[in-house]
């Protein structure tokens, strides 16, 4: 047969006859078409039967109020979203590199300073194709600090940031830090005041090839912040004026992470931010410079967490804000795109079981890299315990080569936009930011906030808040709150300094009660524990046995166990814990509380509820209990020394 002849019946024609109906191609193509469309209120149905058969009889209008869950005063996520929920949200959010610069300050989705983004007048320092990977250096041995710089940017890292003064890099040392960097393809960003920027200016004095994107860093406001003590800013517009020789070199960082890390929400983050952001353009444009000019001496800092559509909405909702300040201080539009670096928080680092640092900060990375931070900042998993490692270094700098080489995260264009529930949640942010902001106006500025402790008491009240979440464990610690390892060693690292001023605003962990607790049991001669007195056989209370001893261990406590009191004694303990079911409660476990306290225990515990009303317990956990308050009274039975 030659390659022209067809068997019979199957020539061109032909074939296009016999297509079968089921493989045309339909004009609509209907998810789920094969099934009957539900509709809200069929779902709200649902939802309602399964609360009430949970026990929840007192139910909200409408039903899903039930389900929503914090984020941040006055900002709650629903656990469902349509099309509906978009159809209030402000008629536009703009397109990348355009007002209101939601979907990104540039065009392109590139950080600025991207070739294309360069070519169109928007240089800022950055890499082609994702964002700028930007690394932290503070160790104050010179030797160490250049070695590890040039490890970071033969592998990966696009730009630098310094932290002088003391404890951190020398001032007088920035010349021999940056000696064997070429300051024309990697951008500086410096951070320790008015000393550490005149250095940088002195170093670069007469040169013009500075890569863009470098920062000189000064924050008067983030200072007193976090020191009590009023700062002036007449100054900033001089030193505005000196920068301005270098194309792309920003004077002021707006530090929104000092109010992060006094436990403050995103909302008060982003509103401080906004506020500050506002009296740095009043100093500079009372000082001389045009609003355009002063606009383009802002880079504004926020904190990146593992929550990450929380960050994605908050660095959306940041730009659209920032924008809004523009338009109404007479900004160009090509002007008002807010330049943002996001850090891994440090509110959510732990010191116990660091290594799962690893994963909270790949989740915020994500998060900031999709958010659309021009640059990025992950801290090394160890940091909490002090000056990083070389190994922590690189896995901090290769979670972001991951993300932006293999993951081609930087490839799409706002990749959480359409999402209802991130347009929704970035619209919500921006509202309750904006009246935090305009409170905060209203009281005269941010400094006058700040000096009256409008700023402390909201931040306090936020921070209050999440703790009661955190001592619940209804926000969960990984390998601290949950999941404890009792048998870690820790690495060692050489301390760093603390570079944070007292006075002002606290600086907090989310594990910090944890492993205070964790700490005061691992200094006892021998580790206090807990003995866990089962009821039943296995099956029966291994669900209760589990949950009592991952919370015991969640404060340094050791949980030995065994049936009934048979166990007590070898395990060396006064304070017990009964773990079984309701129905074996009911018949044996005031007759177990009994035969423990004959054994030894001078306190039992119940894992279960306090309206089970079992003689002979003194106390009960259970799911939403107050964990750390039972970890404390039980440290206090057990004589811990704090």
């Known amino acids: ?205 007469g040169r013009t090839d500075l890569a863009p994107g470098g920062s000189l860093g000064l924050d008067p406001l983030g200072v007193e912040a976090a020191s009590g003590e009023p700062q002036d800013l007449s100054g900033l517009a001089d030193v505005a004026r000196r920068a301005a020789a270098h194309p792309g070199l920003r004077t002021v960082v707006v530090d929104g992470t000092v109010f992060a890390d006094a436990g403050a929400s995103v909302v008060e983050e982003l509103g401080c931010s906004l506020a500050a952001g506002v009296a740095y353009l009043r100093a500079l444009t009372g000082a001389g410079l045009s609003v355009d000019e002063a606009a383009a001496q802002l880079e504004f800092r926020f904190s990146a967490t593992a929550d990450q559509f929380t960050t994605i909405a908050a660095l959306r909702a940041a730009r659209r804000l920032w924008d809004r300040v523009g338009e109404v201080s007479g900004v160009s539009p090509e002007a008002r795109g807010q330049r943002q670096h996001a850090v891994t928080s440090s509110v959510m680092t732990t010191r116990r079981d660091p290594w799962v640092n690893m994963l909270r900060t790949t989740v915020a990375c994500f998060a900031a890299g999709v958010g659309g931070a021009d640059a990025v900042t992950v801290q090394p998993f160890d940091a909490a315990l002090g000056l990083p490692d070389s190994f922590s270094r690189r896995i901090a700098r290769n979670t972001q080569n991951l993300l932006v080489e293999e993951g081609h995260l930087g490839r799409v264009l706002d990749p959480a936009g359409g999402s209802w529930y991130v347009e929704s949640l970035s619209d919500d942010l921006a509202r309750a930011a904006w009246d935090w902001f305009t409170e905060i106006e209203r009281a005269g500025g941010l400094q006058a906030a700040l000096a009256s402790g409008l700023v402390r008491d909201r931040v306090a009240q936020a921070w209050d808040a999440r703790a009661k979440r955190l001592a619940t464990r209804a926000e969960a610690i990984t390998g601290v709150s949950e999941f404890p390892n009792l048998a870690e060693k820790l690495p060692e690292r050489q301390p760093a300094a603390d570079l944070h001023s007292t006075g002002g605003l606290p600086r907090v962990r989310a594990a910090q009660e944890y492993e205070a607790l964790r700490d005061a049991a691992d200094a006892a001669a021998t580790r206090p524990s807990v003995y866990l007195a089962t009821l039943g056989p296995i099956a029966r209370h291994t669900a209760r046995a589990t949950f009592a001893g991952n919370l015991f261990q969640a404060g340094g406590l050791a949980t030995p166990s065994g049936n009934g009191a048979s166990g007590l004694a070898e395990a060396g303990t006064t304070v017990a814990c009964i773990c079984g079911t309701d129905k074996d409660y009911a018949s044996d476990a005031a007759a177990l509380a009994a035969e423990l306290r004959a054994a030894g225990a001078t306190t039992v515990w119940l894992a279960g509820k306090p309206d089970l009303a079992v003689d002979g317990v003194d106390g009960y956990v259970f799911a939403g209990c107050d964990a750390l308050a039972a970890l404390r009274t039980v440290h206090e039975q057990l004589e811990v020394q704090a």
């Open 1 to 205: 047969m030659s390659t022209t002849d067809q068997p019979t019946g199957q020539g061109p024609a032909a074939a296009d006859a016999e297509v079968p109906a089921e493989h045309a191609v339909p004009e609509d193509l209907a998810l789920a078409g094969e099934f009957d469309a539900v509709t809200r209120d069929q779902w709200r149905e649902l939802v309602a039967g399964v609360l009430r058969k949970a026990g929840r009889e007192d139910l909200p209008e409408p039903v899903e109020d039930a389900l929503r869950r914090p984020v941040a005063p006055g900002v709650t996520v629903a656990p469902l979203y349509t099309a509906e929920d978009a159809g209030d949200l402000p008629a536009g959010v703009g397109v990348p590199g355009l007002p209101p610069f939601v979907r990104g300050a540039r065009p392109g989705g590139g950080p600025a300073g991207s070739a294309e983004v360069t070519a169109a007048g928007g240089a800022d320092g950055g890499a082609s194709g994702g964002w700028d990977v930007r690394q932290r250096h503070a160790h104050p041995d010179v030797a160490v600090t250049k070695e590890a710089i040039a490890a970071d940017l033969e592998n990966g890292v696009t730009s630098l940031w310094l932290v002088l003064g003391e404890g951190a890099i020398p001032v007088g040392s920035l010349g021999d830090v940056l000696s064997d960097v070429f300051l024309d393809l990697a951008p500086v960003s410096v951070s320790g005041g008015a000393p550490a920027a005149e250095a940088f200016l002195q170093l670069v004095e």
